[in-house]
């Protein structure tokens, strides 16, 4: 294939990915809005749950992750028994986890004091968390479904079943928050059993869709029967790719703490920001994920002619992206900032002069972040997983964090200086995980092919 022709097969297969990224991402911030317009005690007890849960499920959809690559793999090798084990042990692995984690999610209210939350923030939390986490169950599961369809670059059905859980989460929480449309006002347990509802609707929808459209896997049939050999083979990716995710969003959580440290108006620029810049990262994970599944493809097939080209196509539209972004964040900081505030807000001048220099930051901290996420893409398609995640970690805590209190606190930078920090430790993420894709992942497929 051409290097026009990844392109284009990279768009074709990584556009539904990202829109259903930032789908995604519109139903968390559907969430914030609409709490927001509810009450701040509201909107601040079910941000702490919200990263409460976050944490947990995203250790468990490492799980859905690994589905990915061993589905592409064998989609590419035409083994369709591998596709049906591996996509039905993602779905055991993903219940087990659940059932593990409940506990963690009904009695949250100890844990979240011990944390040093307010008391009544802390209360309100856990009562929304004996809801809401019930729908870590559909949530995994749509994880793994999600991931299979993906690996069959049936990308664009991901993206309209997501799409379709936006629309339904923003539906069920303006009249189960507020009351609208004959509903009772239910608040932060409206916006609880809006979440689970969203998560039901997505699995019921991607379950009908892989049953309808793809019989020929019978993925639920005999579904009680154990394969503790792909079992095995599902965790031993899995973990780590969990673990990589908890490493890097400990990150971003760290660096937080830090800003609040600062004060409010630092920690509320560093909000903006923060969302500004997600908001373009689904962009990058979006290729990330169309990655991961051309890697494993060319792996199936021992292709490294074509893994080679897919993975510098790739890498140039990521590069492409950030650019753009750069440009953007530089030129445009301030309007950007303002359609996060009322023109009212009496601290308005002083978070749009913050949040102006963290934007700037954050033009650097695209360039890398992408760079690391589309070699974390590549690596998993080829499923190497356990290195990476060594690599990721010492970059985030060893250099990361450190260099974020060093430059913020030690040299007096404040938030400039603590997002530096994310930027030297994300760098080094990207350096050291695309120098083992390039120097030593990329052999494997050499080898294979030998």
Excluded at 89 to 99: E, F, P, R, T
Excluded at 187 to 198: D, E, L, N, P, Q
Aim: glycine letters at 8%; a neutral charge.
């Amino acid at each position: 294939m051409t290097y026009p022709g990844h392109f284009r097969a990279i768009a074709i297969l990584g556009l539904p990915l990202v829109g259903g990224h930032l789908a995604q991402f519109a139903i968390g911030l559907t969430d914030t809005v609409m709490l927001g317009w509810y009450g701040v005690e509201a909107l601040a007890a079910v941000t702490l749950a919200s990263s409460y849960f976050f944490v947990l499920f995203l250790f468990g959809a490492g799980f859905g992750l690994a589905v990915m690559p061993m589905v592409a793999t064998a989609a590419a090798e035409e083994n369709e028994t591998s596709i049906r084990r591996s996509t039905r042990m993602g779905l055991w692995l993903s219940l087990v986890y659940a059932a593990l984690t409940m506990p963690l999610l009904w009695w949250s209210h100890p844990i979240l004091v011990a944390l040093k939350q307010e008391p009544q923030v802390a209360q309100t939390a856990s009562e929304y968390l004996r809801v809401a986490g019930w729908g870590i169950i559909p949530a995994l599961l749509v994880m793994v479904l999600k991931s299979y369809l993906a690996a069959l670059e049936r990308t664009q059905i991901v993206l309209w079943i997501t799409v379709a859980a936006a629309l339904v989460n923003a539906v069920t929480n303006y009249a189960l928050i507020f009351g609208y449309w004959g509903a009772p006002e239910l608040g932060v347990m409206g916006a609880a059993i809006a979440s689970v509802v969203t998560q039901i609707v997505s699995l019921l929808c991607v379950v009908i869709y892989a049953v309808s459209v793809l019989p020929e896997h019978s993925l639920f049939q005999r579904f009680w029967r154990p394969d503790w050999e792909m079992f095995a083979s599902v965790l031993k990716l899995g973990v780590p790719i969990g673990l990589t995710l908890l490493a890097e969003v400990s990150l971003f959580a760290t660096s937080a703490f830090m800003m609040g440290w600062i004060g409010k108006v630092p920690l509320a620029a560093h909000g903006i920001a923060l969302n500004l810049a997600s908001a373009t990262f689904m962009i990058h994970l979006g290729l990330s994920n169309a990655a991961t599944i051309r890697a494993g493809n060319a792996l199936g097939r021992r292709d490294r002619a074509h893994l080679e080209r897919g993975a510098i196509a790739v890498t140039v539209m990521s590069l492409a992206v950030s650019i753009l972004t750069i440009i953007l964040f530089l030129t445009c900081a301030e309007p950007l900032i303002s359609l996060f505030m009322e023109p009212d807000n009496p601290q308005r001048t002083q978070i749009v002069a913050i949040g102006s220099g963290l934007l700037a930051m954050a033009a650097l901290f695209q360039l890398v972040d992408g760079a690391q996420v589309i070699a974390l893409g590549l690596l998993r398609g080829l499923q190497d997983a356990k290195i990476p995640m060594i690599m990721a970690a010492l970059s985030y805590w060893a250099v990361g964090i450190p260099s974020s209190y060093y430059f913020g606190f030690v040299q007096g930078m404040d938030g400039i200086g603590i997002w530096l920090g994310l930027v030297l430790g994300l760098a080094c993420a990207a350096v050291l995980l695309m120098a083992r894709f390039w120097l030593r992942s990329i052999r494997t497929v050499a080898a294979s092919a030998g």
